[in-house]
């Protein structure tokens, strides 16, 4: 098993930046790709991107070049820097956790999750 607990998560204005943390405990870290996914009330749960364990990253089209994915696998911590960002990026952040060996195109799908932290709200202001 894998705990996830998130952190970071606020009220910033518009264009602002916020680094949101994936902390992991319990079984080998190395053995998952880790996801962060966003939800905002009425709208399905989106993937926002994810990063294998050796750093292979992948970006939803709407945070591509503005969201940035890193992993620090002696610290079993994921991040998610969150840079200009927009009122429309006003979610839940979850992350999550998905077996290394699901393919990578699967990996875009909350159904192939297998853990997932708490969330924490973001919230962006006009």
């Known amino acids: 098993q894998v705990q996830l607990v998130e952190a970071g998560g606020g009220l910033v204005q518009a264009g602002a930046s916020l680094k949101l943390s994936c902390a992991a405990s319990?079984?080998?870290?190395?053995?998952?790709?880790i996801g962060w996914f966003r939800q905002s009330p009425g709208k399905e749960r989106s993937i926002v991107g994810h990063?294998?364990?050796?750093?292979?990253?992948y970006y939803g089209d709407s945070v591509k070049g503005r969201f940035t994915i890193s992993r620090d696998n002696a610290k079993t911590t994921v991040y998610l820097q969150m840079n200009s960002l927009k009122p429309e990026d006003t979610a839940v952040y979850y992350c999550?956790?998905?077996?290394?060996?699901?393919?990578?195109?699967?990996?875009?799908?909350?159904?192939?999750?297998?853990?997932w932290g708490q969330g924490t709200q973001v919230t962006v202001s006009s």
């Open positions: 999550a956790a998905v077996r290394a060996n699901v393919p990578f195109w699967r990996r875009v799908s909350p159904d192939e999750y297998i853990y």
């Open positions: 990063i294998s364990s050796g750093g292979t990253t």
């Open positions: 319990g079984s080998t870290f190395s053995m998952y790709t």
